[in-house]
């Protein structure tokens, strides 16, 4: 399993950006894919992004595409979201996650970082 600890998170204005980080540690040197997901107070966990290995495929959620991008730095086992253009609606809990190549599930999460979208 890959262990994860995101940073980045805090309060924005509406219009804003923000990058979030998440970096992983592994006890040996192993291909894992990555994504965002962020869960509202009251609402459901969101899939926010999934990105491969080598960052060439990503898989925005509707809600974000046009303003999230993810990507990734496997020298130093980090993977980024890019946030611009935010909303209040934005405004979550954002969580890291990874599973391993040949798997569906994603069976590592990080602690998760508050973002705030308010005026």
């Known amino acids: 399993q890959v262990q994860l600890a995101e940073s980045g998170g805090g309060l924005v204005q509406p219009g804003g950006s923000l990058r979030l980080s998440c970096v992983g540690s592994t006890p040996t040197d192993i291909i894992w894919y990555a994504a965002w997901f962020r869960q509202a107070p009251g609402k459901e966990r969101e899939l926010v992004v999934e990105?491969?290995?080598?960052?060439?495929?990503?898989k925005l959620g509707d809600s974000v595409r046009g303003r999230f991008t993810a990507s990734r730095n496997n020298a130093k086992d980090t993977v980024f979201l890019q946030m611009n253009s935010l909303k209040p609606e934005d405004t979550a809990v954002y969580y890291c996650?990874?599973?391993?190549?040949?798997?569906?599930?994603?069976?590592?999460w990080g602690q998760g970082t508050q973002v705030t979208v308010a005026s």
């Open positions: 996650a990874s599973r391993l190549p040949g798997f569906q599930q994603y069976d590592s």
């Open positions: 990105i491969n290995w080598d960052g060439d495929n990503t």
